[in-house]
Every structure is written in C-alpha cells, then in structure tokens.
C-alpha cells in the first residue's frame, strides 16, 4: 500500500509542470487526497497547495489559485496536479496525502520542483 508522487523537475518561470500521484494497494476515489509543498525555507514546513475531496470539491491555497488544477483520475487510481505559470516561489518538494473518514493517512515520496527566473 503506497502513494507514489511523480512528474517533478526543472522547469523556467512561466512554464509548466504536471505532478501525479499514484495509489497502490487502494482506492484513491475512497479518499480525501491534498497536495503539500515545504520549500527552501527556514521554517521547512509542509504547507497546504491543492485538495480534492471524496465528492472532488476542489481548494487551493491563494499563492495558487488561477495557476494550479488538481484532478482525479479514477481510470489510472491517480490524482493530478496541473501546474501553470510557475514562479520562483514555487520552488519546493511536493508531496501528496491521501486521507478520509475511518481511513488511514497515506503519504507519498516527495518530488522536487525547481523553477529557474
């Protein structure tokens, strides 16, 4: 049972990137899942990007609404995060979490996103 975070990388301010986060062993569609960001920063915290719910109400953080799409793929048991117009600040590890009523809380692997200026 695992969440497997991939699609980071390298990318120029203003460019884009797509991040998806696999489940394995279980049901993504039975869960909450959110995408997470701890940049390079003092604090070194994991702060709240996207998240869709298990009826897949969508959310975001103000740093990123208008940019960033997260969306569900129940056909590949994966959920997305789209990401447009890439600043600087966007630069961080990104993780995904898959939670929900009488579930367990998974995490994925971080993936790095560097955005050049």
């Known amino acids: 049972v695992q969440l497997q975070a991939s699609g980071g990388g390298l990318v120029q301010a203003g460019g884009s990137l797509s991040l998806s986060c696999a489940a394995f062993?279980?049901?993504?569609?039975?869960?909450?899942v959110a995408w997470y960001r701890r940049s390079p920063s003092p604090e070194n915290q994991r702060n709240l990007v996207?998240?869709?719910?298990?009826?897949?109400?969508?959310s975001y953080t103000d740093a990123v609404k208008g940019r960033f799409t997260i969306s569900r793929d129940s056909a590949k048991n994966t959920v997305h995060l789209h990401m447009n117009s890439l600043k600087p600040e966007d630069t961080a590890i990104y993780f995904c979490?898959?939670?929900?009523?009488?579930?367990?809380?998974?995490w994925g692997q971080g993936t790095q996103v560097t955005v050049s200026s």
């Open positions: 996207a998240s869709i719910t298990i009826r897949d109400t969508t």
């Open positions: 979490k898959a939670s929900g009523p009488h579930q367990p809380t998974y």
């Open positions: 062993g279980f049901n993504v569609r039975d869960y909450n």
